[in-house]
């Protein structure tokens, strides 16, 4: 499966943002999702996780309560809608896809080429 991810950008601390993460190749509903970022000169942490049929999701805590991460099978998409952005939400967001449900960046086997988003304070 090929991944696209984009709607990033630059916003003002408190805005908000929706991510996108197209799929080509293969259905997504094969596939649990996950969105993770790297902040400059970071590790690349986790995000969200939603399972094939959207039964499960995981927020990271520095995000729960601001991220949502939904699916739509019908457009083959999976989106990150961002509220209340922060400075420290600032870095390269990447969508990934995997058989298995994980939280771990290195157990992902697909991933997208990473979307910019900068949060000014």
């Known amino acids: 499966v090929q991944l696209q991810a984009s709607g990033g950008g630059s916003v003002q601390a408190g805005a908000s943002l929706t991510l996108s993460c197209v799929a080509s190749g293969r259905t997504l509903s094969t596939y649990s999702m996950a969105w993770f970022r790297q902040a400059p000169g970071k590790e690349r942490e986790f995000v969200a996780a939603?399972?094939?049929?959207?039964?499960?999701?995981t927020y990271a805590n520095p995000v729960k309560g601001r991220f949502t991460i939904s699916r739509d099978s019908a457009k083959n998409t999976v989106t990150l809608e961002m509220n209340s952005l922060k400075f420290e939400d600032t870095g390269v967001y990447y969508c990934?896809?995997?058989?298995?449900?994980?939280?771990?960046?290195?157990?992902?086997?697909?991933w997208g080429q990473g979307t910019l988003v900068t949060v000014s304070s």
């Open positions: 939603v399972t094939q049929h959207g039964r499960k999701i």
């Open positions: 990934a896809a995997d058989e298995r449900y994980r939280v771990a960046a290195s157990e992902y086997v697909y």
